[in-house]
């Protein structure tokens, strides 16, 4: 059996835990300004509407009396390592997917802790003697199965689905609750007549590859129950990314590098926390009218150092054509390999030449920041 485990509305949660006197109140994380968006709301704020990835300033229309705070993602973090460490206490069978969820295999643990539903249970009673906060979760044969389960009661929810009740579930579920499944999708899918899961078992499996090519292949794989994804722990970077909203939309290159300056920092400050160098190198860019493109460039030798990540981001920048105002930029790295040497590449060298001596600038930087703080030392440029 598979748990999910997903921490309940987990930002404002723990800015209720942290400041008792937004206790009950409609708390919006995101920031005041009305260019960001929410990262996450309060049950009380989604009454009114309120959701994750929506714009500050509909919040606000939508939720004038809410309390509108700033993400502080170090104190998130804090608290997410104690929920993994505590899950670890169950069983070595935990997969982190996000910051406020995770998949646990408790197959083989019944003799220490109980049935599935025990478990779950002594799981939520400890998160909630232990961190005062509150989880759903979801049980089930398979992890697909169990992510369903964890949203059907929330918040502060256990959906228990046995494998004899598998089909029935299936036979019931909303095609649009399946993930992966899409509006774009759905819209796809109730053209051919499927409505729930169940539905597409009674449709030619030639029909679904056609319409949705491999993802019609799984599809028809759940609508059986049927996920064989293993639980795995400590799963890899396949990314590593920041990004700001501006404070007022620009064309300002030099602007949109010291960003990108800041960012390259702190992605390679990420990089090295995981051990890995990356090969490819990306910016993101949100236009004023709200849609979004990258450029992306990959190097032969790949870096964590912040100077070579940087001249490649302002490299893609420099040749990006800017048509309008810029509301959003952020740099990210993907293609990554583990560190085995310190090796810089220059932007103006044709050959490529060892130089570490940024990476250990870099380095120096992050014991610095270690010891007083993250804000105790940076690049003069970065400072407003």
Request: with cysteine; hydrophobic share 40%.
């Amino acid at each position: 059996m598979i748990l999910h485990i997903d921490m309940d509305a987990f930002y404002a949660s723990v800015e209720k835990l942290d400041n008792p006197r937004l206790r009950h109140k409609c708390v919006i994380v995101g920031g005041t300004s009305n260019r960001g968006v929410v990262s996450a709301a309060s049950y009380e704020a989604r009454r009114f509407g309120v959701h994750s990835a929506m714009p500050i300033y509909q919040a606000k229309q939508r939720c004038p009396h809410g309390v509108f705070v700033p993400p502080r993602m170090g104190r998130y973090k804090e608290v997410s390592k104690k929920v993994m460490a505590l899950l670890k206490e169950f069983s070595p069978l935990v997969e982190p997917v996000s910051i406020d969820e995770a998949y646990m295999d408790i197959t083989g643990c019944r003799r220490l802790f109980g049935e599935p539903h025990e478990i779950a249970h002594e799981i939520k009673r400890k998160i909630k003697e232990t961190l005062q906060l509150t989880c759903s979760v979801g049980v089930a044969p398979n992890k697909f199965l169990a992510k369903i389960a964890s949203d059907l009661e929330k918040p502060d929810g256990l959906t228990l689905i046995m494998p004899e009740q598998v089909p029935q579930f299936i036979e019931s579920l909303p095609i649009k609750k399946v993930p992966g499944v899409g509006k774009k999708t759905v819209r796809q899918l109730e053209a051919l007549g499927i409505r729930i899961l169940g539905d597409v078992q009674r449709l030619p499996e030639k029909a679904l590859l056609k319409h949705l090519g491999k993802f019609g292949r799984r599809l028809r794989a759940l609508s059986s129950g049927s996920d064989a994804s293993p639980v795995t722990p400590h799963t890899p970077h396949k990314s590593i990314s920041t990004e700001h909203t501006l404070a007022a939309d620009t064309r300002d290159v030099k602007l949109l590098k010291r960003y990108l300056l800041r960012q390259s920092a702190e992605v390679a400050r990420q990089l090295r926390q995981a051990g890995v160098h990356a090969r490819t190198i990306v910016i993101k860019i949100k236009n004023a009218d709200f849609k979004t493109v990258t450029r992306r460039t990959t190097i032969a030798v790949p870096t964590q150092s912040s100077e070579t990540i940087y001249k490649h981001a302002a490299q893609l920048i420099d040749n990006f054509k800017i048509t309008q105002k810029i509301r959003l930029i952020g740099v990210g790295t993907t293609g990554f390999s583990a560190v085995t040497a310190s090796v810089q590449m220059s932007l103006f060298d044709q050959k490529e030449k060892p130089n570490d001596n940024w990476e250990k600038v870099d380095k120096a930087l992050d014991s610095i920041s270690q010891k007083f703080g993250k804000n105790a030392i940076g690049r003069a440029t970065f400072k407003d």
